[in-house]
């Protein structure tokens, strides 16, 4: 992109500040008022024209003031955003918070996202941690009809897994028990190239390699954090945004819903994120505006999104997603103080240094 002059950085910075604000499309008269630029109207409408040739901003309807375009917010946030932080009195609340809930880490994760929701007024996604590699700390096998039973794994990050397993033939609990012991007093701790080592170092039964290989297949599929598993908050903060609840027709808006709830309902929003943030390193903050974003359900949002833990070790991701009329300076504030604190308790929690 060809560099703005200072004048056309000051003028798009005001325009977009002035529409994340109003959502209203911004005149020229108001940019000089509000402001306090030191040129003219007609001057501002001139640069105004020159922005709009470079795609930055455009005309919704003649007559109409002008509104950031995906390359405007982008531009904005690149080059134009004033930092911001959150405020101590902010911080200190968020911390008593955490320390009310103590070692429990599914609060964690629910209280994150509620805290980002309510910050923002925005919708806040978040994953659970979970390790990088899958590695078993116990199992068990129930019995429930005579020619079933369920595996249930409990994995080294805290993970719950279970898998139903059909048998050639019917086994008793107490058989099931012993075979259990035997494995796990094997397989503890192992993720699951080490498993299939011992598989081809030791004898087992057609029972005892089907729970083996089950266990193995379950490691194998966890160690990805883009995670098919994923909370939700604050939904209903997005529909009330005019975007969704005064601007434009009924018909317009009611598509725009539609497809937000298409993609927090039906779990396509992680598939979206993973080749933003596979390359993104703990803490760092990824703003993905609209239309740069490979689904078209979502060019009318904008999401912030960071990913948490220790790096090759344990974590997950967190953001929030709204429109692309977003307060982006706070929300990447929220959401990288959000990611230093999954962090900091996650590492405490694993005893990372």
């Known amino acids: 992109m060809t560099p703005l002059s200072p004048r056309k950085q000051q003028i798009l910075r005001a325009l977009v500040e002035e529409y994340i604000h109003t959502a209203t499309p911004v005149a ?15 001057t501002v409408r001139h640069e105004l024209a020159g922005l709009e040739e470079a795609n930055l901003i455009y005309q919704p309807h003649t007559s109409a003031g002008r509104v950031p375009t995906d390359l405007g917010y982008r531009y904005f946030v690149e080059h134009l955003m004033r930092e911001s932080t959150l405020s ?12 009310q809930v103590q070692d429990q880490l599914d609060q964690w994760v629910r ?3 509620s805290v980002m ?3 923002l007024h925005n919708a806040a996604i978040m994953t659970p941690p979970r390790a990088v590699e899958g590695r078993l700390k116990h199992f068990e096998v129930l019995a429930v009809t005579d020619l079933s039973a369920h595996v249930v794994l409990v994995l080294t990050d805290g993970t719950v897994k279970q898998q139903r397993l059909l048998l050639d033939q019917s086994i008793q609990q107490e058989e099931l028990s012993i075979m259990a012991n035997r494995l796990n007093k094997l397989f503890q701790d192992k993720n699951a ?3 299939n080592k011992i598989l081809t170092e030791h004898d087992f039964s057609p029972v005892e390699r089907l729970i083996a290989d089950t266990i193995t297949r379950i490691l194998e599929q966890h160690g990805d954090l883009f995670g098919d598993i994923f909370y939700r908050e604050g939904l209903i903060n997005i529909l009330e945004q005019p975007e969704y609840s005064r601007l434009g027709p009924e018909q317009v808006r009611n598509e725009r819903v539609r497809h937000v709830l298409e993609v927090l309902e039906q779990n396509r929003l992680l598939p979206a994120l993973a080749s933003h943030l596979h390359s993104t390193p703990s803490g760092g903050v990824q703003v993905i505006i609209g239309g740069e974003n490979q689904w078209d359900e ?3 949002v ?8 220790k790096e090759g070790q344990v974590g997950g991701l967190l953001g ?9 300076d706070r929300a990447i504030a929220v959401v990288r103080y959000m990611a230093n604190v999954m962090t900091e308790l996650i590492s405490e929690l694993y005893g990372y240094e």
């Open 117 to 119: 929701a309510r910050l």
């Open 302 to 309: 904008s999401l912030v999104v960071a990913r948490y833990g």
């Open 193 to 195: 190239v080490e498993i």
């Open 28 to 42: 020229s008269e108001t940019l000089v008022r509000k402001y306090g630029l030191k040129f003219s109207s007609a």
């Open 320 to 328: 929030v997603i709204g429109p692309t009329r977003m307060q982006y």
């Open 298 to 300: 979502m060019k009318d």
């Open 88 to 99: 101590l009195e902010e911080q200190r609340l968020i911390r008593h918070q955490f320390y």
């Open 111 to 113: 209280l994150t996202a």
